[in-house]
């Protein structure tokens, strides 16, 4: 076995050096599949994370929705009497509610408005963001707005700052404005960066039909549940379910795939990194097996004069893991450094394990592309040494 | 004489016979040949087109199976070997020149040298010592480290020479060496061959159509339609069939 690797490398390493310039031509093939493969999987996990970055960075385990509202979120409305019973519930650590709604933040000195996220929390209570910078909300119904890191960057605005923002309301529109109490870390909601008021405010300041305006009774989209122990989950979701009326509760990643569009972008982008990388496996199988049709003879010599298959297809074997290997890395630095030139409002996140996914697929297309000339080289007659076959 | 320890002939057929099945009937492409070749005896192989030359030569490497007859290659039954066994054999104990595409192209011709004690896990200090010589003794001193295509056809096969002589073997084929080579390089090419095959004592078996070749070899056999249809075992004889043939 030692031996046959010594001569395999030996031959592998020879041959790659001795026709340097081609190998690494197919090297720089595969290092730019890697970078679309990565930018691809960088670009579902940005877009992905611009959806749902402020469900799944919840403190809370369960979410109710008005019954028949399909997991939701803009689809659900309930009251608090809904909050109440919830609370009451053996299991449920806390519960808040959540509005959610978008408005324009009108910014000086820029003519087009900056659409955001507008979230309406309970201060204090499942929902509300842990501010990094200031603080947390303070009562009920202050005009106090937390924004999150992206509302931040993209507008200027900085801690005691005043907000002024447009929303409609039956046929008008209204300005309010808010003090930025609190800075979260991204808190990203609907693809658009998010701020977070009181949920009284929130119901006064967001968006409203005509009807909604004479309305008094407050309405939020969801309920968040934090439970004592979040392995019970399923438990306390059957308690909650059994326990109060008309409504459904789904886990936060549940949540997540009902968000509109979510799933239909991830599973796009996917089959696009699927394809690509099924691209890469026909480049390599193909650049391999013309390789191995000019080498026929050349292997039937190396076979005719005593070299065994286990030689012969332990070369093709190296030489490929070393070609996918070099492009990979190359492809991995090069979209590295293309990272660094990207502004960070552009939805593009690197994701250790997506990317350590994708690498992993990326070196394993070589091999499997390798296959069939592997095994066509295997089974070169060495007959073919002579210019004879059998 | 005890043919088990001391075998006579480095290599050895009874009756070997080789069909080819075809659409128009079998092809008996070796159709009984009986040969033996003696340690430091060289032998060419000749014969018209389609005479059976290269089938003959591919049975003695072991490359093909006949489907009668029996060969013993040192006095082993290569019947009686798996089909590991049989590559093992090539490598130990056979030297190989081909027609074309002899050498590794991505191997100097040292290295090309050298593939054949690796191959056989004996490339050491002398092994390598040895293959530079060898190299040097057939006029490649100054181009060692030369890839394959920086060689001329000629010093490509002197190469091909050196790598079927390097690791000792019992017996050494050569397929048409000079069928690319114009004929002072050929005879050179020849001559050199035939020198180190009586020098280093190996069993030697040349397939040409190239008559002239055979000034340099110990014994002509003569093939057509598959048989073994005539021997010159004398330098006389053989060299009159030569100029006989050259003359025509
Ligand atoms: N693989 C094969 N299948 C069928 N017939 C073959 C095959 N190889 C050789 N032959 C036939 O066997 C005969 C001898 O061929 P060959 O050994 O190549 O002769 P030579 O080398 O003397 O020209 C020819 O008639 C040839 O057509
Ligand atoms: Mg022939």
Known sequence: ?390 | MNAQTQPEFAIETRVVVKTYPSDFGDIQAVDGVSLQVRPGEFVALVGPSGSGKTTMLSILAALLKPTAGEIYLDGQNMHELSENDLVTLRREKIGFTFQANNLVPYLTAVENVELMLRLNDKLDKAGKLRARELLARLGLGERLNNLTGQLSGGQQQRVAIARALIHNPSLVLADEPTASLDTERAYQVVETFAGLIHEQQRAGIMVTHDLRMCEFVDRVLQMRDGKLVKEYTDKASIMKMVRGRAND
Do not use: C
Request: without cysteine.
């Open chain 1, 1 to 390: 076995m030692k031996q046959v690797m010594e001569i395999s490398a030996f031959l592998a390493f020879k041959e790659i050096w001795r026709n340097r310039g081609r190998f690494l031509l197919v090297a720089l093939v595969i290092a730019l599949i890697t970078l679309l493969v990565l930018f691809i999987a960088a670009l579902g996990e940005g877009l992905g994370n611009g959806n749902r970055e402020y469900l799944s960075k919840l403190d809370a385990q369960l979410i109710a929705f008005q019954s028949k509202s399909d997991y939701l979120i803009g689809a659900s409305r309930l009251d608090r009497d809904r909050l109440a019973s919830i609370a009451r519930v053996q299991g449920v650590a806390d519960a808040g509610m959540l509005g959610a709604s978008s408005a324009n933040l009108i910014l000086p000195g820029q003519e087009e408005p900056l659409k955001v996220a507008l979230l309406g929390v309970e201060p204090g209570h499942a929902g509300e963001p842990p501010v990094v910078q200031g603080r947390q909300l303070g009562t009920k119904l202050s005009n106090e707005v937390i924004i999150d890191r992206n509302t931040a960057l993209r507008s200027g605005l900085a801690l005691g700052d005043t907000l002024e923002m447009r929303v409609t309301q039956g046929t008008r529109d209204e300005y309010y404005k808010l003090r930025v109490v609190g800075i979260s870390g991204g808190q990203q909601y609907s693809l658009q960066p998010s701020i977070f008021v009181p949920f009284f405010t929130w119901d006064k300041v967001r968006p409203k039909s005509e009807a909604e305006i004479n309305s008094s009774d407050p309405i939020a989209n969801i309920i968040l549940i934090k439970l004592d122990d979040p392995a019970q989950a399923d438990v306390v979701r059957q308690r909650i379910l059994s326990q109060v009326n008309n409504i459904e509760v789904a886990t936060i990643s549940e949540t997540i795939q009902a968000l509109p569009g979510y799933s239909a972008q991830q599973s796009t982008l996917n089959t696009q990194g699927g394809f690509t990388l099924f691209i890469g496996l026909l480049v390599i199988g193909g650049f391999f097996q013309i390789q191995i049709l000019q080498k026929v003879a050349q292997i039937g010599v190396l076979k005719a004069i005593g070299t065994t298959n286990k030689v012969v297809a332990a070369t093709f074997i190296i030489q490929i893991f070393m070609i996918t290997v070099i492009g990979v890395l190359i492809g991995s630095l090069l979209t590295f450094l293309f990272s660094l030139t990207f502004p960070p409002t552009i939805p593009i996140v690197f994701n250790g394990t997506t990317s350590a996914i994708a690498i992993v697929a990326l070196l394993l297309i070589g091999p499997l592309g390798g296959l069939v000339s592997i095994r066509y080289a295997v089974r070169i007659e060495p007959l073919k040494a002579l210019g004879l076959s059998s």
